[in-house]
């Protein structure tokens, strides 16, 4: 069995899968083959594998980063919200039901900890090493018995934790200390240690305090990872992030032509894979922010209503804000709007819904002549064609299916004068095709826009992986983690009171290979290939015992952190900019931080305004959202007699088609 790893972190966006990223790149650099895994992820960005499977976009960025193609084995468990209560949930790829958060933590968790011990075993069957992500923080002492993605899976898979703080918020070493504190004796066993992300100065200031941080805890700093500008990964959850006034633009060249192009993009709630505008960003001389006000789509050259899990919740929010109106005057203006998924079908004449809101039929904007039926089967697909005369690759989430009735095509969709809509994510991905449209779109606006002939999005994004790897090689011990990956975590670590109630009945012991098994402290795995080769380490601290850090500064955990291997702190202090990067990149991977307007310079995290999460998704992931393991649940999943019919007492709703499935 190969070795592993639990990137846990002190709280939501400390960074962790960020950090996790940088890790896989880094060892697969050094010929270990390696594969990320989050038993489960809270998200509405998602994204589709090969087998048509979907799951968290961190963690495909994850899988990136160790260049290996992405599986519903690396995030078995993923939670899609649609109201600040309930979520859809994705097992193994596929769409089970709607549950409510009670429901969720109701204490069925142990059937799904099978499952996703089950998966990470068979990646550890085939991969030398796999680097875990965390969820929110382990410390979540409410739910620890049905944790399944933080302590629960490090002490079912013997894997050691390294805890990732953002600095950047403050007070990281009470984070760091308090975190392994409020854990459980056999849960401590397991935290060997910690790294510190987004450092911004001198480390030796820092280094007193990691060796007292040593003293009290007798567990080492495996690295200070410096704050850094321009790194920006595919976003782990659009309801985290409040896009009010965010901007990004690309600062790799100036624009290829006379003039830029002004990019405006629709902040809905529950926004989904808003990512995709993240290619547009990438572009020399295009500008892209969020907006929700009308009067912010006056000076677009091209508005953008991007997809969301809420369609009709949509609807009526652009409809309130005259954001609808505007959008209506632009098309027969003549003047550039682009609906992707839940946009194109916002866009369309009528809205059938049964499934989603149970809204029954809603007329939409009529801007384009296609008709939407929800249907609860969900469409997931990889889709390949041609749009404006160039290849287009893209992929399919949606449970709504279009029948277009005129125009002329576009994708899957249609395209009438200068409004276009498809339901195909990461289409603007496709290089040649993204160049086409972005003429088409200077054309109608009357900019005299030129696109660069040679910017790849494919390479940008590389290069962003690459930076994340660099910045574990050079700031992380990079010895020591292999010898935590290879050995588990140190023998003999010190109890750091008061502790936690040890798991309870209720917390039952799986373990990996079959059987139960004592969910205690680490052991070393066997049959790892040899260790990587020693790299640089730079701007490690003095040696306090075992070694003090030479780390990683805090990051935020989403991925989505451009700044440092988290996010990106400058954003707070810029209104006008959203999270540091969106530089080069325009964090080609995602939205990243975003702290700009959501008013929270500590994060990231809690924002909940616009962009979703509208009644706040119980923002300290705690009963609601990304708890240190939203547990697994599935209320009725063991109910006998299969899943039934409707939901139990706190919502998981199936139908018959689905109760296979669980």
Known sequence: MSGGLLVAGTTSDAGKSVVTAGICRWLVRRGVKVAPFKAQNMSLNSFVTREGAEIGRAQAMQAQAARVEPSALMNPVLLKPGSDRSSQVVLMGKPVGEMSARGYHGGRQEALLGTVVDCLEQLRSTYDAVICEGAGSPAEINLRRT?????????????????????????????????????????????????????RGDVSLLEPGLDMLYGLTGRRTYGVLPFAHGLGIDEEDGLRVSLRGAVRESVVAPPHGEDVLRVAVCAVPLMSNFTDVDALAAEPGVVVRFVDRAEELADADLVIVPGTRGTVKALAWLRERGLADALVRRAAEGR??????GGFQVLGERIEDEVESRAGQVDGLGL????????????????????LGEPVEGYEIHHGVADVRGGEPFLDGCRVGAVWGTHWHGSLESDAFRRRFLEEVARAAGRRFVPAPDTSFGALREEQLDRLGDLVEEHADTDGLWRLIEGG?????????????????????????????SLGGGAPAAGLSPRPAPSRNRGSAPDPGPQSPDGLDSARDAVERPGGLGSAPDSVQEPGRLGSARDAVGRPGGLDSARDSVQEPDGL?????????????????????????????????????????????????????NKEAL
């Open 489 to 517: 975590a140190p023998g003999g670590l010190p109890f750091i009171a008061p502790g936690a109630p040890s798991v309870g009945a209720g917390g039952g012991a799986v373990s990996l290979g079959g059987g139960a098994v």
């Open 147 to 199: 944790d399944i993605v933080n302590m629960g899976i490090a002490r079912a898979a013997r894997f050691p934790v390294l805890v990732v703080g953002d600095i950047d918020r403050g007070g990281v070493f009470a984070s760091f200390f308090g975190t392994t504190a409020l854990l459980s004796a056999e849960d401590q066993s397991l935290v060997a240690g910690y790294l510190v992300n987004k450092f």
């Open 605 to 657: 995290d809690s924002a909940r305004n616009t962009v979703g999460r509208p009644g706040r998704l119980d923002s300290a992931r705690d009963a609601v959202g990304r708890p240190g393991g939203l547990g697994s649940a599935l209320g009725s999943v063991q109910e006998p007699g299969g899943l039934g019919s409707a939901r139990d007492a706190d919502g998981l709703e199936v139908s018959d088609v």
């Open 368 to 387: 384009l002549p296609v008709r939407i039926r929800f249907e609860r089967a969900k469409t997931l697909a990889r889709p390949v064609g041609s749009a």
């Open 336 to 341: 550039p709007v682009l609906g992707i998924c």
